[in-house]
């Protein structure tokens, strides 16, 4: 594999080569800030969620969307991607500090779509907010009665984007 001194990250479709042919879609620059390790979390994360948002959950424009843990790299991404898409976003935090962090990085997402993930009390906040229609759509990623509180968020025909796995693993399905 060619590296270059530019920092470029390169995503290959060849498993073993000693030569890639970059595809310029899918390269871009690395910020000067940012690590090779912290530039590689991207790709992660972006594929996660397109394959959740877009693949199966079929994310279009005007869906509100339940995003759960809105400040890691999975619930950023999301929240990047469904706001592009024209999606009104709700999301979840567990301190203040989090929510702050919402507000100054996304700060068209408003303080009432901001709801807390250390218990159950989001699910008020969305019947609230929607008029008691829910959600188009939840990235989920919380377990146990959160888990079940999601699932209760859910509008009419709502899509359930399952990415956690405690539950799954501890078969408490």
Aim: charged letters at 25%.
């Amino acid at each position: 594999m060619q590296y270059h001194k530019s920092k470029l990250k390169i995503i290959s479709s060849s498993s073993i080569a000693n030569v890639v042919v970059k595809d310029k879609d899918l390269c871009w620059k690395i910020p000067d800030v940012w690590t090779f390790e912290e530039a590689a979390t991207i790709p992660c994360v972006y594929s996660t969620v397109y394959m959740a948002l877009y693949i199966y959950g079929k994310m279009k424009k005007g869906d509100k969307i339940l995003i759960h843990s809105g400040t890691g790299g999975v619930g950023q991404a999301a929240i990047h991607l469904a706001l592009n898409e024209g999606c009104e976003v709700f999301t979840t935090v567990s301190t203040e500090d989090k929510r702050n962090f919402i507000k100054k990085m996304f700060p068209i997402i408003s303080d009432g779509h901001i709801g807390n993930s250390r218990d159950i009390s989001f699910e008020q906040m969305i019947m609230q907010q929607t008029k008691d229609r829910g959600v188009d759509i939840v990235l989920n990623s919380l377990v146990e009665e959160k888990l079940i509180a999601s699932v209760r968020c859910l509008a009419q025909n709502g899509r359930f984007l399952e990415i956690g796995k405690f539950d799954f693993v501890s078969n408490n399905l």
